[in-house]
């Protein structure tokens, strides 16, 4: 690689937890607690925010914020985001362990990547404590991104650019174009955008298709199709410049980056 300097990975459904299950069950139970059920639909609308913002997201979709007044006689307000944002995090704690197994091949890519010059970033709408127990795991495993940034160290998550900003300045990019996002969820794909950077979405290991590596192998082959088809096109309409269905099939939208890079092109 000669113009492609840094590769920005997302963790959940991305390099780690094969089809994103862990925030799934903690934002479910959160929600659950306090009386109201929600859909794992409903959890994954909004993924890959910041997850304080990702819980107000699901509080002000209609049918939640009629099941909360159903439930309370008023309407869900900020103190509610405060409550099951504080609640949710021992919660996501504890299920990180669990669910934070890195994803067949994504260690391989990031050495590959190492091997060619090229830095290995990671941003997450994870907290700094989440974020942690996901990296000492990981690193068990054998990824061990160069930086990797949370909302909380920039004041904010996607789809604000601003912790890809921040590594770029860490990695001393030479521009934000010799960059590449890669993401599971239309929130990567924006935060990349917004970086100026190139985006790659990750389709069949992430949240879109939501499914852990044996029940994705338990589906017909019609049905797996769809489903890795409709999480394609969900990240294509996002804006992604390509889209893997894993990040350890990344090298071919890497080679092709390269080459509009030479050829002049930009994101
Ligand atoms: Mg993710």
């Given at each position: 690689m000669k113009r492609i300097e840094a590769v920005i990975f997302d963790l959940a459904g991305t390099t780690v937890d094969h089809g994103s299950l862990a925030p799934v069950k903690a934002v479910t139970e959160v929600f659950a607690r306090q009386g109201v059920r929600i859909s794992d639909e409903d959890a994954r609308r909004d993924m890959g925010l910041f997850k304080k913002d990702?819980?107000?997201?699901?509080?002000?979709a209609p049918h939640i914020d009629l099941a909360w007044r159903m439930q309370y006689r008023r309407a869900p307000d900020e103190k509610d985001v405060e409550k099951l944002f504080m609640e949710f995090a021992p919660l996501?704690?504890?299920?990180?362990?669990?669910?934070?197994d890195v994803i067949p091949g994504a260690p391989d890519v990031a050495a590959r990547l190492r091997v060619h010059g090229v830095k290995v970033g990671a941003?997450?709408?994870?907290?700094?404590?989440?974020?942690e127990a996901v990296l000492r795991h990981?690193?068990?495993?054998?990824?061990?991104?160069?930086?990797?940034?949370?909302?909380?160290d920039v004041g904010g998550g996607r789809p604000h650019p601003w912790m890809c900003l921040r590594i770029a300045i860490?990695?001393?990019?030479?521009?934000?174009?010799?960059?590449?996002?890669?993401?599971?969820?239309v929130s990567d794909i924006q935060e990349g955008l917004n970086a100026g950077m190139w985006t790659v979405g990750v389709s069949?290991?992430?949240?879109?298709?939501?499914?852990?590596a044996e029940d994705i192998a338990a589906l017909t082959e019609g049905e797996r199709a769809r489903r890795v088809q409709r999480a394609c096109d969900s990240l294509m309409n996002a804006g992604a410049h390509y889209v893997v269905e894993s990040a350890a099939l990344l090298d071919p939208a890497l080679e092709r980056i390269e080459e509009r890079l030479l050829a002049g092109d930009r994101p």
């Open positions: 990702h819980i107000r997201k699901i509080l002000a996501q704690m504890e299920v990180l362990e669990q669910y934070s941003t997450t709408g994870y907290t700094r404590p989440m974020l990981a690193a068990l495993q054998g990824y061990a991104p160069d930086i990797a940034l949370c909302p909380d860490e990695f001393q990019l030479s521009s934000m174009a010799a960059a590449v996002k890669v993401g599971d969820t069949r290991t992430g949240n879109e298709v939501g499914l852990t």
